[in-house]
Each structure stands twice: as C-alpha cells, then as structure tokens.
C-alpha cells in the first residue's frame, strides 16, 4: 500500500492586483507531555501524478483579487518548467488555529490584538473551524477545534498577560493540534511580538516541523513604535516570526498597534482567495528528498508590480 500513499502540496502565495480596469475585486524550553509528531502523515504531500500549489499574489497595497488565468503563472520544480494542466479558484473551508500571546510584554498590546482577533474572525464562512491556543510561560489549548469562533473571542476577553513567552513551544503545540482537523485547507495566526524566552523546542526543531506541514502561517508582530526601546528577545522577535512564515509560503506583517486591525482584515481575506495550479512532474522521482518549487508570474501589461508567495517545496514519496 505504500506505493499508494498520497501526498498533497500545499505551496501557498499572496496575489493582489490594483486597478479597476482589471476588473479584479478584492476579497475581501518547557516541552509539552506529548510533543508532536514530525513523521511524514503530517507533510506536504502530493499525488503520484499530480502536485497541487495554492497561490495568492499581491500588488504594493497587499489587496487580494481575483481574475488572473492559467497562462499568467509558469511553475518550475528543481528549476525545470513544468505544464500547468489544473487551474482553478480554491473555495474550501479552512481550519484555523491562532496563536495568541498573552505573556507580560504583550500587556500594554492586548487591547489591539483581541480587536485584530475580531476583525480577523468577520471574513470567516460558515464551514470553517478554528481553534485557540493562548501563551505565556507555557502554551495551552484553552478553546479546541470548534466550529464557534464566538468561542475564541468570548476567552480573549477574559485573557491577562503575565508570565515569559514560549512562543516556540504554542506553535509545536497548534500544529499538533491541527493534525485532528479533516480540512484539507489548514493554517495558523500568530499574534506576538516574537520575544521568545521561554521554549524549550528550538528554532531549528519548529522550522523541521511546519516545512514538512501543509499548514499555511501568518504571523502579526506586535511591536513598539518605532524608536522605542525594545528588550534582547523582542529585538529578535521580527526576525524569528518571519522565518517561521515563510518556511511555509505565508508571511509575517510587523505592525504597531493601531495597525493591527486592518492587517488582521487582510489576513483573513487573502487566505480565502487562492488560485489552485496543478502539474505532472516532468521527471516522477520517488527519492524521499525535498524538491523546491518556483512560482513565476508573467500578469498582463498595464498591471502594477505583482509579487508572489508559496510554500518553498515538497518532499517526494519514497520507495
């Protein structure tokens, strides 16, 4: 049965396009008692005769749209071009899991992110789940996989910050979390300021973890305004939240308080507009290895400069 074993890709990517003409409309280190499995049920996986790669592309304002058609990507896989013979717009359900930091740097913050959470939670459909897991000195799953996001905010609104950040550790934990949803659309919000002090997983451990996943990550970095003065952790916090997004094809938006509200609103319309490319491997290996996947965009003339972001690779099935 091995020979069989399906595996999907999920590369994602932001697409955005302005322009009225275009007539593309926006859209809107304490290790838990069971850490997660890293094992390849849970990796990117792919057909044996088919890759799937989601994909979102943005303009400079970020506005996610609609209207490009199959002749306006090209898709490399180890640098080798590759036919696009399935085209379509991904419409599924999502599950979601947020990630929400509630330890002591975030305490001036926490006002402005349950809002970000609110506005967030308006682009959500009917058919979507989400899940919360909260963070200070330890993680933990306060609200599991619920079809309620009413459930979510009505646990923020009680949430005080106190305590260290393991912020590390809560995305181990969401992403164990994530693997009891049926969705086939998976991906998770993190809102932090980054400032790990905590975890007792490393960096090197999470990033193994979510680029073997096929759940897509944002991340919203809460920070103090420009200029003001920032401890060693929150210094690296940026740095380490961006990582972690792109090893998945999402994104990491650093943003002051007043901004988070509106960039929570894109989040949650840019990861329910996604343009779906499949293709036949040119050369169908079986290795086990990891192949890197390029997505090019070659949009209409008269556009704005598009740019766009997917998951970085797969791993081949193997004999």
């Given at each position: ?85 399935h085209f379509s717009m ?130 919203i970095g809460i920070f ?34 007043n901004e988070l509200p ?58």
């Open positions: 049965m091995r020979s069989r074993r399906v595996w999907t890709l999920c590369v994602l990517a932001l697409i955005a396009v302005s322009g009225a003409s275009w007539n593309a409309a926006a859209q809107s280190r304490r290790r838990p008692a069971s850490p997660p499995s890293a094992d390849r049920q849970s990796s990117l996986r792919i057909d044996t005769n088919l890759v799937l790669v989601p994909v979102s592309v943005c303009d400079p304002t970020n506005r996610p749209v609609t209207g490009l058609e199959r002749e306006h990507f090209k898709l490399f896989d180890d640098r080798v071009e590759q036919t696009v013979t991904d419409d599924e359900p999502i599950a979601v899991g947020m990630v929400f930091d509630i330890s002591g740097s975030m305490g001036p913050k926490l006002r402005v992110a349950r809002a970000a959470a609110a506005q967030f939670f308006k682009s959500a459909n009917p058919e979507d789940e989400f899940f919360l897991v909260e963070v200070n000195e330890t993680p933990r799953l306060v609200t599991p996989l619920t079809a309620s996001f009413e459930e979510i905010q009505n646990q923020l609104t009680f949430a005080q910050s106190k305590g260290r950040t393991a912020l590390l550790d809560a995305i181990m934990l969401a992403m164990h979390e994530m693997k009891k949803s049926q969705k086939k659309r998976k991906a998770l919000l993190i809102l932090s300021d980054g400032a790990d002090n905590s975890s007792r997983y490393s960096e090197a451990e999470v990033r193994k973890v979510v680029r073997e996943s096929d759940v897509l990550i944002y991340a103090e305004a420009a200029g003001a003065r920032r401890t060693a952790e929150e210094s690296y916090g940026p740095g380490l939240l961006n990582d972690v997004a792109e090893q998945t094809g999402g994104r990491h938006f650093p943003a002051e308080a509106d960039i929570a609103a894109k989040i949650g319309i840019e990861m329910r507009n996604r343009y779906i490319l499949g293709y036949a491997p040119s050369e169908q290996l079986r290795d086990g290895r990891f192949h890197k996947v390029e997505v090019k965009l070659a949009a209409p003339r008269g556009l704005p400069k598009l740019s766009a972001r997917w998951r970085t690779g797969y791993f081949a099935p193997a004999d």
